[in-house]
């Protein structure tokens, strides 16, 4: 029997990872049943939980996978590069995100079983804040704490309206104004507009 390459198997499982996010995304976790996962991965059910021993374990790699994919983001670039992936990100991929807090958040066995993996994604965040600060991105009086969670908030919110709308309108002005604030100004929203006319002035044409 030929050996399997461990690239061949990597992406074997990457494959079946992308295919059951598309499921969770589309149907939620509980609808996700054994028949839709089947259906979305292309492989029987017995080629799925020979990998993942239970549909929780099959979730938990998806969103690992995720959170690696979110702290590479966090890692490299400045905060308006991390926004703007954010701002179009995959609305499959935003829509699991939110599943992911909806289940950390009401269900206590995923919450125990996914509070450790969110390290990884917040060290990530303090390494970005860090970069930021030295580059004067940051104001001197905003602690790195409050600039983590509130480059989080808005990154939360920019993926929250990739996944209901599947579009972030006005996104470029919305990340300027959120790097200008976190920097301690806001950006200038003059340039390039007409100047308003002055109160009490006539109309284009000259009438009253």
């Known amino acids: ?11 074997q ?3 079946l990872l992308e295919g059951a996010r598309r499921c969770f995304a589309a149907h939620g976790y509980e609808e996700a049943t054994v028949v839709r996962l089947e259906e979305a991965t292309g492989r029987s059910r017995g080629a799925i939980f020979h990998h993942f021993p239970t549909k929780l374990d099959l979730f938990l790699a998806v969103l690992e996978r995720d959170a690696e ?12 590069d991390a926004l703007t992936g954010l701002a179009t ?21 995923f919450r125990a079983r ?6 990884l994604v917040r060290s990530a965040l303090a390494t970005l804040v860090a970069r930021e600060r030295t ?28 996944a ?7 996104a470029e002005e919305v990340i300027a104004l959120a ?3 976190l920097g301690g100004g806001f950006p200038d929203r003059s340039a390039g507009r007409a100047a308003s006319p002055p109160a009490g002035a006539g109309s284009p044409g000259g009438g009253a």
Request: aromatic share 6%.
């Open 89 to 109: 990100e995959d609305p499959d991929w935003a829509t699991v995100v939110i599943e992911q807090s909806r289940r950390r958040r009401t269900d206590p066995t």
């Open 164 to 170: 209901i709308l599947g579009a972030v309108p006005h």
């Open 69 to 80: 994919r979110e702290a590479a983001r966090w890692e490299t670039g400045s905060v308006a």
């Open 1 to 11: 029997m030929p050996r399997v390459s461990q690239d061949y198997l990597e992406a």
């Open 179 to 181: 790097t200008s604030a």
């Open 114 to 119: 996914w509070s450790h993996r969110t390290n």
């Open 135 to 162: 580059a004067a991105r940051v104001a001197p009086d905003v602690p790195d704490e409050v600039a983590a969670r509130f480059i989080s908030v808005v990154g939360d919110g920019l993926l929250l309206q990739q």
């Open 13 to 15: 499982r990457a494959e």
